[in-house]
């Protein structure tokens, strides 16, 4: 089974059988739990090195047996060489910089991005270790080229962007780095493989929160980073070994789980937040909607050109009313769950409020507190007749 090679089978039928296969031990046709801390060690240890990440199983934290069966799956999935996961999203983020970045350094970054990233480069990277940071507008190619510096050593950025749902041009984005010698990091958690391949689209790194869609069901956290071998290898020993950000076996083994239905669930992912988008998009009391496969939206076209399956399960929007009646409205929700995160099984639905730091960063319309809305797979009659009955009940209908 692990025979399931990228070049040979399609995405649906890699997302069921790699990673997995015979145990040798049982017969059993899945790969078990290996809930150990430490694999037997060679006649004479003597000569392993114990900062090695190298494959050969010593101890947990340098590489276990469900950590490799994931990393095999998601290579596959995303169609690059090699793949390290993380204890989580922001492990794969923080590993990343940390394994590429040196002081002198200068990373351009988009305006839109998880938080921990703007915190990490805007605040710890640059404070800490003297890495010179440049926020850009990514969607703006000018803008992009215009802050390349004879140092830059990574571009960094999110598309669809959370929670503005900014799409940046992956193709272009790489270009440009490629020709000023510097990296392209894409994070393709707002995505997923289904939707879009970063690494096919010409990044050198791709990054997962796998705690999103990639698991899927909200039960358990990791992060990864997919690219070629020799700069896996580097976040490998750096981040994983030293820094200590190993992902748990159990969660390995659910987000492996998780993935299988990767493709059947981003399917009904994208169909229910498109019928979501259309129906807020088309009431009075909705001020705005910001999804990417909305043709409303600013970057439609360069997000069908690089998201091939669809435009996944998140979109923003906010009503014509004031902050009390944001919070009224997510009172009334039955089936929609208040809380954050996204890309669960399940409708979360979170009220971001007007004084976010970055909200300068933003474009007007969120600037007044606007909803992240991550549809779930429930049926869409439903989450549309869960967001009716609360407007109707805030008196918005
Ligand atoms: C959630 C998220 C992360 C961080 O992932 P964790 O698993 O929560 O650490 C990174 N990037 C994006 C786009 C996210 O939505």
Known sequence: MTDIKYEDYGFQTRAVHTGNDIDKETGAIRRPITMANSYSLPYDPTDLNWSSADGNSIYTRNGGANQKYLQEKLSSLEGGEDCVVLATGVAALSGMFFALLNSGDHVIFSDVTYIAVYRLLNELFNKKFKVETTIVDSSDLKAVRAAVRPNTKLIHIETPGNPTLKISDIRAIADIAHENG????????????????????????????????????????????????????????????????????????????????????????????????????????????????????????????????????????????????????????????????????????????????????????????????????????????????????????
Not at 210 to 230: C, F, P, S, W
Request: glycine share 8%; net charge negative; with cysteine.
């Open 182 to 397: 510097a990296l392209l990091s894409v994070d393709n958690t707002f995505a997923s493989p289904f939707n879009q391949r970063p690494v096919e689209l010409g990044a050198d790194l791709c990054v997962e929160s796998l705690t999103k869609y990639i698991n899927g069901h909200g039960d358990a956290m990791g992060g990864a980073v997919i690219g070629e071998r020799e700069i896996i290898d580097q976040i490998r020993s750096q981040a994983m070994v030293n820094l200590g950000g190993a992902i748990s076996p159990f969660n390995a083994w659910l987000i492996m789980r998780g993935a299988v239905t990767l493709p059947l669930r981003m399917r009904q992912h994208n169909e229910n937040a498109i019928k979501t988008a259309e129906y807020l998009e088309s009431l009075e009391c909705v001020s705005f909607v910001a999804y990417p496969g909305l043709k409303s939206h600013r970057l439609h076209e360069t997000a069908k050109n690089q998201m091939t399956n669809g435009f996944g399960g998140v979109l923003s929007f906010a009503l014509k009313a004031d902050h009390d009646t944001h919070n009224k409205f997510v009172s009334h929700l039955k089936v929609i769950t208040s809380a954050v995160s996204l890309g669960h099984d399940e409708s979360l639905i979170v009220f971001l409020g007007e004084d976010d730091e970055r909200q300068y960063l933003y474009p007007e319309e969120f600037h007044s507190g606007f909803f992240r809305f991550s549809v779930g797979l429930e049926d869409v009659e439903d989450i549309i007749g869960d967001i009716r009955q609360a407007l109707e009940k805030c008196m918005l209908l």
